[in-house]
């Protein structure tokens, strides 16, 4: 329906809303050239917002599975083992190192500590690993490990923030809603993007690391449990059976088309989009999520059991959906906050999740899926080299290094990238910061950061904003 078509039909001018009349009224060329302007493919004006649609060039990767160890992981118990910090256990820092450093709780009687768990060499590339990643270690020829991340977080909710939509403010789409919008779904009937939360707690920053910003709902992530129905109010009530259901929901999804046909208003769409997807997801989501199905050498391999909330099972969840067209999976583990208690803690969060994350990769591998599935593993920063305060067995947020890894989707695997100075503290090789891991994630999905854009705002908004982004090549096969 174009802009003379609705003039026709007479409408009071009050109703004509902004929004419709800046979709609608570009027709023809004009929008072809917005889409151009805005860096998406023509495919976009598809009257499916999720429909798949075309990179800017041939991806590496087609979907994504994000494990994000939210509470931020302490690089220095896991992947970047200091003899220094062992040398010097329990003697304060160099004055210039904490010259105009920024913390979250560090104060300046604060001493070094040295790490607490064995480190060891793992496959032919020799990564180095600490013991308590055993799993892992087994995987270490498909990991691409980076120690020289860096971001500008030092708090959870405003790092987490950064890592999924890459700013520390609210309203920005996240890493998922950018992927679904630039390729959209190859799946019908199931989300296209979904989520998990298996800690102790959901993440700081809540529903905005998987929200759609500005971007049309469409795009949000959606939620899944692990135990029960996938989605709350998936199975219909007693009296309700399917034919009664198609029934209501065709009723009431044309009087959201007349609505919608007169304003245009994007969340009328997404409400439409909303109520056809649960219609479908009754019939396909029970079966795709249940865990039963799964022999038992892959239950054993994850750790996994069946009506168990937990990382294992989310991890296979995540495997399934993939398989079924899923594009992106984020798995949220908000554990890894080890102010205090860092022994026990880290312990029991290495059990929770090594065995299931390196057997991702070993099931994803045997499936012929790895190569076109991205799997990222990190947290929002790291953890200090200092003992927070006058604590013997904690370490505080730390910004300026920490250690993320990906393994398939066209990485260079069996790469260790980056290096941390001597005490783990700053970068001194090959930075990467947030901003590059997006743009470098983008290239694997086929897209060039700065193409792929939004208007908003009067901008050609972007997941990497408008300071320098560097796609990192290191980190690609």
Request: glycine share 10%; with cysteine.
């Amino acid at each position: 329906m174009n802009c003379q078509s609705h003039l026709n039909r007479h409408i009071a001018p009050e109703k004509l809303a902004r929004r419709w009349f800046l979709r609608d009224c570009g027709v023809g060329l004009g929008a072809i050239a917005l889409s151009q302007l805005a860096g998406i493919p023509t495919a976009q004006a598809s009257s499916d917002p999720i429909a798949p649609k075309q990179p800017h060039f041939s991806p590496k990767a087609k979907n994504i599975i994000f494990l994000f160890m939210a509470g931020a992981p302490s690089h220095l118990e896991l992947f970047d083992y200091k003899p220094d910090l062992v040398k010097f256990d329990g003697t304060l820092p160099p004055p210039e190192l904490l010259e105009g450093y920024r913390a979250a709780f560090i104060k300046p009687n604060s001493k070094l500590m040295g790490p607490k768990f064995k480190f060891g060499r793992h496959g032919e590339c020799g990564a180095e690993i600490s013991e308590l990643l055993p799993h892992l270690a087994g995987v270490a020829d498909d990991l691409t490990i980076i120690k020289s991340m860096t971001t500008d977080a030092f708090n959870h909710a405003p790092g987490q923030l950064q890592m999924s939509t890459g700013s520390q403010q609210f309203g920005k789409p996240s890493l998922g809603a950018w992927s679904l919008y630039g390729l959209g779904s190859e799946c019908n009937n199931l989300p296209g993007f979904v989520v998990f939360n298996t800690g102790k707690k959901g993440p700081s920053a809540g529903s905005a690391n998987w929200g759609s910003g500005y971007l049309p709902p469409v795009y949000q992530g959606a939620p899944f449990r692990t135990v029960g129905d996938p989605v709350l109010y998936l199975s219909n009530p007693p009296g309700i059976d399917r034919e009664l259901q198609r029934e209501s929901l065709d009723a009431i999804n044309a009087l959201n088309q007349q609505h919608f046909d007169e304003f245009g208003d994007p969340q009328i769409e997404a409400r439409i989009r909303s109520f056809e997807m649960a219609y479908q997801m009754q019939a396909t989501a029970p079966d795709v999520t249940d865990l039963t199905q799964e022999p038992q050498h892959i239950l054993d391999l994850y750790g996994a059991e069946p009506g168990v909330r937990s990382f294992a099972n989310s991890c296979l969840l995540a495997r399934r959906l993939v398989e079924n067209g899923v594009r992106f999976v984020e798995i949220f583990h908000e554990a890894w906050d080890q102010h205090g208690e860092l022994v026990k803690d880290i312990k029991q969060n290495c059990v929770d999740t090594d065995q299931a994350a390196a057997a991702l990769i070993t099931d994803l591998k045997q499936r012929g899926l790895l190569e076109d599935t991205l799997v990222v593993w990190g947290g929002e920063f790291g953890r200090t080299p200092m003992v927070e305060g006058d604590s013997n067995d904690g370490r505080d947020h730390h910004p300026n290094a920490f250690t993320m890894w990906l393994a398939g989707g066209g990485t260079n695997a069996g790469l260790t990238l980056g290096e941390t100075d001597n005490l783990g503290f700053n970068v001194v090789g090959d930075p990467v910061h947030v901003r590059d891991l997006h743009a470098t994630i983008l290239k694997l999905l086929g897209f060039d950061h700065s193409r792929l854009t939004y208007k908003f705002q009067g901008l050609d908004q972007r997941l990497t904003g408008v300071e320098q982004a560097y796609v990192v090549n290191k980190l690609i096969a």
